[in-house]
């Protein structure tokens, strides 16, 4: 399974940014989908995820600004940011949680990470 991120850049405080990731490869069974982020000195963390049943996960400090949706036709798991603060700067991987078979556990696979920049 590859990971493909897209969509980092830089914005202003205050504006929007939307993130995508798609997944290709050898796809067989797609469970939870997210986003986490890593800050330069940080340790990355979570920012958002979605279930395979379409239940979302938000880290406190993006609740009522990002919007996490996935769309399991495309194997694609999308973020939409918006009212950016300078604090919400860094690189952000696209993790997806894979199955190989119905009977295994998934496997953690990361994107290459895109890098969001937020300016004052």
């Known amino acids: 399974v590859q990971l493909q991120a897209s969509g980092g850049g830089l914005v202003q405080a205050g504006g929007s940014l939307r993130l995508s990731c798609a997944a290709s490869?050898?796809?067989?069974?797609?469970?939870?989908m997210g986003w986490y982020r890593q800050a330069q000195g940080n340790q990355r963390e979570l920012v958002a995820s979605v279930s395979s049943g379409g239940i979302t996960k938000y880290a406190d400090s993006v609740k009522g600004r990002f919007t996490i949706s996935r769309d399991n036709a495309k194997n694609t798991v999308t973020l939409q940011m918006s009212s950016l603060k300078p604090e919400d700067a860094a690189v952000y991987y696209c993790?997806?949680?894979?199955?190989?078979?119905?009977?295994?556990?998934?496997?953690?696979?990361w994107g290459q990470g895109t890098e969001v920049t937020v300016s004052r």
């Open positions: 993790n997806v949680q894979h199955s190989s078979t119905l009977w295994s556990a998934p496997d953690n696979y």
């Open positions: 490869g050898r796809i067989f069974s797609i469970k939870g």
